[in-house]
């Protein structure tokens, strides 16, 4: 992957995020109205942020199943309680970690870490390293390759 390549994904995913986030605080009416106006604002046009458009209608579709997993893994924490960036971040790395194959896992996990580190505190770098580091080990292929 190109350095231009990898910088638009890093967009994609900060997007994905920042979407991601509002939406699980207060979901729209119609997603494709919201869409269009959300990428409207953006720096780039919004094929610039194709991948990350992928990353949104996947987390969406999966989120129930996605939370499901987090609960029985994050043990000791209340899933309310969970910070919300923290846990739009999950649910953004556990979505390519679980459907998309052609991410190696390890890569979505550090992807996760780096936005926890510009986008959360300090803390919670381990808790998400946590939480993604047991659902790579339940994955059953290898963690550094894609497929």
């Not at 991410?103 to 936005?115: F, R, T, Y």
């Not at 580091?133 to 390759?145: P, Q």
Request: charged share 30%; net charge neutral; aromatic share 10%.
């Amino acid at each position: 992957m190109s350095k231009a390549q990898f910088a638009q994904r890093r967009d994609g995913r900060v997007a994905a995020l920042q979407y991601l986030f509002a939406w699980g605080m207060n979901p729209p009416k119609n997603i494709a109205d919201d869409l269009r106006v959300f990428f409207e604002n953006m720096e780039h046009p919004r094929e610039y942020y194709a991948f990350g458009e992928e990353l949104i209608h996947g987390v969406i579709e999966h989120q129930p199943g996605i939370d499901a997993q987090i609960k029985g893994l994050a043990h000791n924490w209340e899933f309310e309680r969970i910070a919300k960036i923290d846990l739009t971040i999950m649910r953004l790395a556990m979505f390519e970690m679980l459907f998309r194959k052609d991410i190696p896992p390890v890569v979505s996990i550090n992807e996760a870490i780096d936005l926890s580190k510009q986008f959360s505190n300090a803390d919670a770098k381990r808790f998400i390293n946590g939480i993604l580091d047991r659902v790579k080990d339940n994955l059953g292929r290898d963690a550094r390759k894609a497929e």
